[in-house]
């Protein structure tokens, strides 16, 4: 582990989500539907040299381990990310984001015409493109801005 | 052609409107002979937002096949007044009917209704986003005066919003066509519309003027500038100038160019263009009947 990454606690058991783009790991709180409020023990690190990324951050979850919906949705603002899962302080599992095919009920439709974003009765729905994400119902593609699309952000 | 609804013109292959084409002209031919191919079949009208041509096409297309209308009637006089949401009320009309067909102020709400009906569901237009059967009476007056196959075809006015700009625009994929889009900057197609073609190969230039390409063109398909579009009345007006056609301008024209248009114009085609042999929408209007008849006759198949 690196001097720099020595700047944010270990965690006992949790998540560390690391190699997020720099300037993202407020929107990565935000996809966890993190805001302080909950009494969450949370680590920050923002813009810290990296090797791979010239600037990184890590978010680092004290007693969460994510669900699959959670790290679809990290894939699309931090493609770049690892995901270690941590028990009493070992890393027990590192992987790679993998982007899915389509993401269901954690964005809004920036298009104020589309259907879903109705009252009505359907989960937002879009398809996941190389560079982008694309509303199912409405077509509407998504290349910039998509963490203003999260749900809870 | 067997699709349980009809959503968008990008699941129609060259096949499939071949087929539904192919179908409306023996009708044209022998309309007498459909009269009662669907005695007795219903199709359900849900219009959500005024429609005159359509709707009466489809009332037309099916009742000359045999069958009739249940019509929800206008939103106002409806249960959605009520605050009714759309999939409660498409999954209640579908106990009534054989067929739905949906027009709907928000795109994307073809789509969703089909999540929801197990009858065959016709978009008749979504919001800014498709109208996929005005694309195949438009490829249907196509075919009849200029062919589908090494065509020249410009594609000019609101390309942003219209939804049958955008339908025309997937469909003509399945040919060898090549597309000139002739619009203002801020009404050019939108970047969804442009990805598709892009993924299907297609054959498609952007213009802003209409006298950059108009010598090439086979078809010039024309669609209203909206004036609700544009917050200023003055920008409106000197935009829409700029895309009008008259006779004068289709001097310039191949003498074959067939001139068409969705229906209903303003003034973006003058009065004397209806004067010359290139003025086809009226003609194009008519065949939204033959062509509804034959689509809701492959639809139906042997399910009325």
Redesign the interface.
Known sequence: MSEHELRVSKIRDGTVIDHISGGQALNVLAILDIDGTGGEEVSIGMNVPSDRLGRKDIVKVEGRELSQDEVDVLSLIAPEATINIVRDYDVVDKHRLERPAEVTGVLTCP?R????T?????DSKFAVLPDGV????????VRDGIPDLIDSA | MRHDHLVTAKQLSRADIETVLDRAAEIDADPGAFRDRHAGALLGLLFFEPSTRTKMSFEAAIKRLGGDVVDMGSVESSSVKKGESLADTVRVIEGYADALVLRHPRQGAAKMTGEYVDVPLLNAGDGAGHHPTQTLLDLYTIRENAGLDDLTIGIMGDLKYGRTVHSLAHALTNFDAHQHFISPESLKLPRSVRYDLHEAGASVREHTELETVLSDLDVLYVTRIQRERFPDENEYHAIAGEYQVDADTLAAAKDDLTVMHPLPRVDEIAADVDDTDHATYFEQAHNGVPVRMALLDLLLGDSA
Do not use: A, L, V
Request: hydrophobic fraction near 15%.
């Open positions: 298009n015409n589309c259907i879903s109705d009252d009505e009765p359907i694309r509303c199912e119902y409405c077509e509407t593609i």
